[in-house]
């Protein structure tokens, strides 16, 4: 079928003679078929091309395919700024010239027969290169032409436009008769008319549909085609496979990987490793087979009886420097800073705005004007950026400056009973003694006549030493400390061990036990949150209607009646399970076996927990409910001994 | 004795591009505001930091790239790297001047040369490095395979590319395999 009324062309001529015959000014009125197509109806076109006439001609078929002719691919050109005209003869947008480092030939500029290609992009080419003489100059060429030019936007059917789907986008189902109804609707831009619609809004950008819409949006509103503009011509022109779009991102390169420079020490030590944003952190270290379980178990134990060393390295670490340092501090965390003494240290936690934990870490006063803030290590990034944002919009009266330190130190933390005769091992001349060198300070030293900063702080409960050196030299301090600690059994440990050792002891994990909806006082760490401070963030929020409510979701221990059963962390927890709709109380946070206590333990969140010590729960499982009790959060050394054992 | 341990990048040579470690180099963070900041760092580095958004400037032994208004990156080769430090750190740190901190390892610097590297770049990377190729000692801060990079055009074809130490060895691997298929 072809709606003009008649061709001359070549393929036309081609089709007469092996018998094809060509329904000339005749279009498809219908489609007939269940699942598949099976036949079209025709129906002859009037002179004018608004309506249909004759008798219906019914034709089988398996297949209908549909051509809208050529339309120049003015993509390049819209996209580089570019504005098209409407070239009426061809009914095609065409560039307009721009003065700019480009110029459109050939059918892309409306030109589509050789010889008129040819012979225009040679006076281009030679204008644009200011070339006066090549040797394609008066090429001729002979080629078929296509001459009879036929274009209706929008089919004539008998069937009126309400009762039938003349669809224009066909990934986006839109219709001509959505076409019509937004222009009904007073919506004129065609920015306006595209997203009303969706035309053109698939992945083919309207490489189907725009000319369609454009010419009925023209002939409906009653004006020129390309009057009321046109959207921009965007790629993706051609689809894209998903493999373009990858490139090279695949299998190793599929993830960004941050390691630390411990990192290969840790695989010789055939280490298990966790992600940790984008780190890789040691998980666990196996060892003869062991399961993670097994390898957690004796890592712990070595950590509490003798010692361990962990790579914490990946700590995020922010210098900070400024005449006010101190106040800076104050208004970030909900503690009091100006008093800290220079050489010790202090843990923070840091809220939102909206009062809930944000991150949390351990901050060492170096100087007058100078700390060093350590941060979560998947929250580094967001803290400083968080942090400085601060001061450019919030507080930019404040004389202080942040500089990023993650990668620049390597840290190796050493704990447990027999950490200081390691750290003693390792720095001889370094005074270890709890009066020189108490918990929650520092020490500047050197090793090998290298600066190392060694703080006295602790993530286990127990007596515990980090140790910051320059990262180029952080294998080395880690080997040199295994080697030192070999005589004790220093045990290496991972982030699952770790998270078991803090959570023998209460302490919480950002983003474990909170989860953006958790303010101190959930935590029942109230001790933390400054009375005295005129402000810091989140203050205010802290005493919302919402916040001080009695009946909040707040963290509690939870010891299971039989003490080798293990809570699945997330797990539901509820005090009755008979009444229906059961009533979800919260949920389980952390969750581990310690073989230090030798029995389960874990951490969740309880509605009214603070006020339900002792009091028996139920997690109900698929196949069995397990009963608890809730209890404190700390579980181990509630006096703080081990921390000077 | 400790000994140091850089990331393993191994210099390569593969379709033109030439990528190098650079290390050791000594990296320093400079912040400041006041005209003593400046005067200070002029004095002790016979350097003027540059004022102008992603650019930088030099002296015989020192390279400073600016990062924002009031923030900008030494770097330098150096035996003895603490006596620059230590000595910037007491003129200006100390008496609350401004900020000196030492950021020689956060930083990995990686040397790409060849007429290629644009090329590679631009394969991660959605900066358009027209007029940064065309200007020696132009600076700026971009990503390249989601990797957050600072670039130093040294002169044509030469770059000195500074990367987060523990990203360093994820984005040589890439770098190379990148340089494959160009």
Redesign the interface.
């Known amino acids: 079928m072809d709606l003009r009324k008649n061709s001359q062309s070549e393929i036309a001529k081609q089709a007469r003679n092996l018998g094809i015959k060509i329904y000339f000014n005749h279009v498809v009125t219908n489609t007939f078929g269940y699942r598949r197509i099976n036949s079209v109806e025709l129906m002859e076109l009037s002179d004018d091309g608004n309506t249909t006439i004759g008798n219906k001609i019914k034709l089988n078929c398996d297949c209908l395919g549909i051509s809208g002719g050529w339309t120049p691919m003015v993509h390049m050109h819209t996209q580089s700024g570019g504005k098209l005209d409407f070239k009426n003869d061809d009914q095609v947008f065409i560039p307009k010239e721009i003065d700019n480092d480009q110029i459109s030939i050939g059918a892309c500029n409306g030109d589509f027969d050789l010889e008129t290609i040819i012979d225009k992009t040679v006076n281009k080419i030679n204008i644009f290169l200011e070339i006066n003489n090549q040797d394609y100059k008066n090429t001729k060429v002979e080629c078929s032409i296509e001459k009879e030019k036929r274009n209706i936007w929008l089919l004539p059917n008998k069937i009126p436009l309400g009762k039938t789907k003349c669809f224009i986008d066909f990934q986006n189902d839109s219709t001509a008769k959505d076409i019509k109804l937004a222009l009904k609707e007073g919506f004129r831009s065609i920015e306006h008319v595209k997203r009303y619609t969706t035309t053109g809004m698939a992945t083919d950008q309207g490489k189907l549909s725009n000319m369609h819409a454009l010419g009925i949006i023209a002939d409906t509103a009653g004006v020129k085609m390309g009057t009321l503009g046109t959207t921009t011509f965007r790629p993706p022109f051609t689809p894209l496979t998903f493999g373009t779009i990858v ?3 695949v299998g ?2 599929f993830e ?6 411990i990192h ?1 020490w840790h695989v010789d030590n055939k280490a298990q490793f966790e992600n940790v944003g ?2 890789k952190r040691p998980w666990y270290y196996p060892k003869n087979g062991e399961t993670m379980h097994d390898a957690v178990q004796r890592e712990s134990k070595a950590a509490r009886d003798s010692a361990g060393i962990l790579d914490a390295s990946t700590l995020g670490k922010i ?1 900070i ?3 006010d340092a101190s106040e800076f501090l104050n208004r970030v965390y909900t503690n009091a800073w100006s008093k800290l003494s220079i050489g010790k240290c202090r843990y923070g936690l840091m809220l939102n705005e909206d009062g809930m934990v944000y991150d949390d870490g351990v901050t060492t006063r170096l ?1 007058e ?2 700390y060093l803030m350590t941060t979560t290590t998947g929250g580094a990034a967001n803290v400083l950026g968080k942090l400085e944002d601060y001061l450019q919009t919030e507080w930019p009266e404040l ?1 202080v ?1 942040l ?7 390597s840290t190796a933390s050493v704990c447990g009973p027999n950490s200081k005769k390691i750290i003693n091992k390792i720095f001889p001349e370094l005074d270890l003694s709890d009066e020189n060198f108490p918990h929650m300070s520092f020490k500047n030293t050197k ?2 006549n ?2 190392c900063r060694v703080m006295r702080i602790s993530f286990t409960g127990e007596l515990s030493y980090e140790i910051n ?9 880690w080997e ?1 400390c295994i080697s030192a600690g070999q005589e004790f059994n220093i045990t290496p440990y991972g982030t699952e061990t770790m998270h078991l050792l803090r959570a023998e002891k209460g302490f919480i994990i950002v983003g474990q036990d909170t989860d953006g909806t958790m303010t101190p006082s959930d935590l029942q760490m109230d001790w933390i949150v400054s009375k005295k401070k005129y402000d810091f963030i989140g203050k205010r929020s802290l005493y919302r209607s919402d916040t001080i409510r009695e009946d909040r979701k707040q963290l509690v221990g939870l010891l299971t009646n039989d003490p080798k059963e293990i809570l699945e962390e997330g797990a539901q927890i509820v005090s009755d399970t008979n009444t229906k709709p059961i009533d979800m109380l919260g949920h389980v946070t952390s969750s581990y076996f310690s073989p230090n206590l030798n029995k389960s333990i874990a951490l969740a969140v309880v509605r009214s927990g603070k006020n339900m010590k002792g009091q028996k729960l139920i997690i109900p499982m698929e196949n069995k409910n397990i009963n608890v009790t809730v209890s404190d959060t700390i579980f181990l050394d509630k006096e703080n001994k081990r921390l000077n054992a | 004795m400790l000994n140091t341990h850089y990331p393993q990048i191994t210099d390569n040579k593969l379709n033109d591009v030439e990528i190098s470690l650079q290390e050791p180099i000594s990296k320093i963070n400079l912040r400041g505001k006041s005209k003593e900041f400046f005067a200070k760092v002029g004095k002790v580095l016979s350097l003027i930091l540059p004022n102008e958004a992603n650019t930088s400037s030099f002296s015989e032994n020192f390279n400073a790239i600016w990062l924002s208004p009031d923030e900008w990156m030494v770097y330098f080769k150096n035996d003895d790297e603490k006596v620059i430090f230590n000595k910037l750190y007491s003129e200006i740190s100390k008496v609350n001047y401004g900020s000196v901190t030492d950021i020689s390892d956060q930083w990995i610097c990686i040397n790409l040369k060849g007429s290629k590297i644009y090329d590679i770049l631009s394969a991660g990377c959605s900066f358009n490095f027209d007029q940064f190729l065309k200007t020696d000692g132009l600076s700026t801060q971009t990503i390249v395979n989601h990797i957050d990079v600072i670039l130093h055009n040294k002169n044509t074809y030469n770059i000195n590319l500074f990367v987060r130490r523990s990203f360093s060895e994820h984005l040589c691997l890439w770098l190379n395999d990148s340089a494959k298929f160009i």
């Open positions: 490139g090279r991102n190793k390169f960004v990987v941050r390691k630390t420079s290969d984008q780190w210098d420097q400024g005449t100087a004007n100078h004389d400056y500089t990023s330190v993650t990668d620049h130190y090793l090998d290298i600066n050196i320059e990262s180029k030299y952080g294998k080395s301090l040199k």
